[in-house]
């Protein structure tokens, strides 16, 4: 994306452990990285600060939601042509970053999905499964994964797709706007490693997103 403003935000959570590795392979592609450290009680924000980039915290732990939404706002009071959105703890491969820029050429947003293997817990598989087809299904919108977290979109499709949940629903409430607004949308594999299988959307988490995108649906 030549003469395009990019910027990558990651929200993080005490990711103190993989938090410099994925700076350091971030900053091969773009320059512009914001952490959003939401109430960590280790040492990721200092060591966000020594790496040199937009490292922003809230004092107390909001949600991925609302410390994605802080970082992208923070982008876009800096012009941000386009916003990168990834996840701290290493699972998404900053390697990966050159291949989403290519896909949203053409798109307003572009999603990521990963294949399913035998590291993905089965639960996530299930979850997946059955979220996607509820997106599908309320918002028309086709995905193969509708839960992973890196994502690319234009700064015009982020007023758009702005979300107001502060947890991990606020992933499939970008997906309900982008059904909403029809704005054009791709998708391409990535592959994702899972260090913590127990880290990341629940049981309960799945029922919050299922019951919130009836809402939403109804709202409309």
Known sequence: MQNKSVWVVIPAYNESRHISDVIKKTKKYVNNIIVVDDGSRDDTYKIAKRLDVYALKNIVNMGKGAALKTGCDFAMKNKAD???AMDADGQHNPDDIPRILEALKDKDIVFSYRRFTRQMPFILKIGNI???KFIKLLYSVELKDTQCGFRAFTSE??????WTHSDYSMESEMIANTGKHDLKYGEIPIKTIYSNKYKGTT???????????LLWRFKR
């Open 157 to 162: 499709s982020y007023k758009k797709i702005r």
């Open 130 to 132: 059955l979220i996607n």
């Open 82 to 84: 386009i916003i990168i």
């Open 203 to 213: 049981i309960i988490d799945g029922f919050k997103i299922v019951f919130n995108m």
